[in-house]
C-alpha cells in the first residue's frame, strides 16, 4: 500500500518578525523533513513559474531564496529553475525572453541567491527520454539541465487555472518540468496539419520550422509529421491561417488532466519520490495561470 505524504499548512498572516513567510518556509521545510530529499554534494533543482511578462502573480523573490539559503545549509548547490513556454513566438517561447521575464519580475541571481537556470535549453527542443506507461502518454521528455540535477524541489505558486481548476504542486512539475514536444503531448490531442484552401505556398512556416519538418509540396505547405517536435508554434506566424490552431487541437478536459497525472507520475519516477519535495505558496491567486 502506497503511504500517504503527510501536508503541512500555515497562514500567511503575520504580527511579528518571526511570523512572516519566510520564517514560516524554512520552519515548515524543516517540519516536512524535506531535508532528507537532499545529500550533502547533490545539484538541487528549485523548480518555480518566473511569472509572466505583465503579470504580477509569481512567488517572490525573498521566498524563494529562503529555500535556496536551507539547501546551501544543507552542503547543496541549488539552482532555480523553469521551461519555456509552448510556441516560439510567446513571451517566454525562448530561453532569452524567459530570463528576460525572470529580471522583470525580480527573479535574478542577486535577489534569490542562486543561478537562474532554463531547464530545457535556449529552444526547448531537447529532452530525455522517461518511460511512463501511462493513461495518455507513454513517455515524456525531461528537460536537459533538470536529467542531470539530484534533486528536486517544486516551489508552486498556487492559482486558478481554465483547464485542470487549480494550479500547484503537480502542474507546476508536470508540464513545468518537461520540454515543448511533451508540452503540447500533454494539452493537444492532433499534431498540427495544414487547411489546404487557405495556404498560398509562401513558405514561411518552412523557414520557422527548427526541425525542418515543414516543405512545400505542390505550392502547399506539407507537415512531416514524424520530425514535427508539435509545439513550436508555426500555426502562430501563418499569415492566412492556414495551420491548424492550438485551440483546434485540445484534448478533452479529462484527457487533459490525466495527461497531466501521467507527467507528474514520469517526473517523481525519474527523480525518485525521495529525492522530490513540495512546497505550495498560496496567495495571489488568479483565476487563471499565471
Excluded at 17 to 30: A, M, T
Aim: aromatic fraction near 6%; glycine fraction near 10%; charged fraction near 25%.
Amino acid at each position: 500500500m502506497v503511504a500517504i505524504a503527510k501536508v503541512y499548512f500555515s497562514s500567511s498572516r503575520a504580527k511579528r518578525e518571526e511570523e512572516s513567510l519566510v520564517h514560516k518556509i524554512k520552519r515548515i521545510f524543516r517540519e516536512a523533513e524535506l531535508d532528507s530529499t537532499i545529500s550533502r554534494g547533490d545539484v538541487v533543482a528549485i523548480k518555480i513559474h518566473i511569472g509572466e511578462r505583465y503579470g504580477h502573480t509569481y512567488v517572490r523573490p525573498k521566498h524563494v531564496r529562503a529555500v535556496v539559503e536551507l539547501v546551501k545549509e544543507l552542503g547543496a548547490s541549488p539552482f532555480v529553475t523553469d521551461t519555456t513556454g509552448l510556441d516560439l513566438t510567446s513571451s517566454r517561447g525562448d530561453a532569452l525572453k524567459c530570463i528576460e521575464v525572470a529580471t522583470l519580475n525580480g527573479l535574478t541571481n542577486e535577489t534569490v541567491g542562486a543561478p537562474i537556470i532554463i531547464a530545457d535549453g535556449l529552444k526547448g527542443l531537447e529532452g530525455v527520454k522517461v518511460k511512463v506507461n501511462g493513461l495518455v502518454l507513454k513517455e515524456i521528455y525531461l528537460p536537459p539541465v533538470l536529467a542531470e540535477a539530484d534533486a528536486l524541489i517544486s516551489l508552486a505558486h498556487v492559482k486558478g487555472h481554465p483547464r485542470t481548476g487549480l494550479g500547484g504542486a503537480i502542474k507546476n512539475i508536470a508540464v513545468g518540468c518537461v520540454n515543448k514536444t511533451t508540452k503540447a503531448l500533454i494539452h493537444l490531442k492532433n499534431p498540427p496539419y495544414v487547411k489546404e484552401d487557405r495556404c498560398n505556398g509562401c513558405g514561411l512556416c518552412v523557414k520557422f520550422c527548427p526541425k525542418n519538418a515543414i516543405s512545400i509540396v505542390n505550392g502547399k505547405a506539407l507537415i512531416d509529421h514524424e520530425n514535427c517536435l508539435l509545439g513550436c508554434g508555426c500555426w502562430s506566424i501563418c499569415p492566412e491561417g492556414a495551420i491548424s490552431g492550438f485551440r483546434e487541437r485540445h484534448r478533452t478536459q479529462v484527457e487533459f488532466g490525466l495527461a497531466v497525472a501521467d507527467a507528474a507520475y514520469g517526473v517523481v519516477k525519474y527523480f525518485t519520490p525521495s529525492k522530490v519535495g513540495f512546497i505550495n505558496l498560496a496567495y495571489d491567486i488568479t483565476p487563471h495561470c499565471d
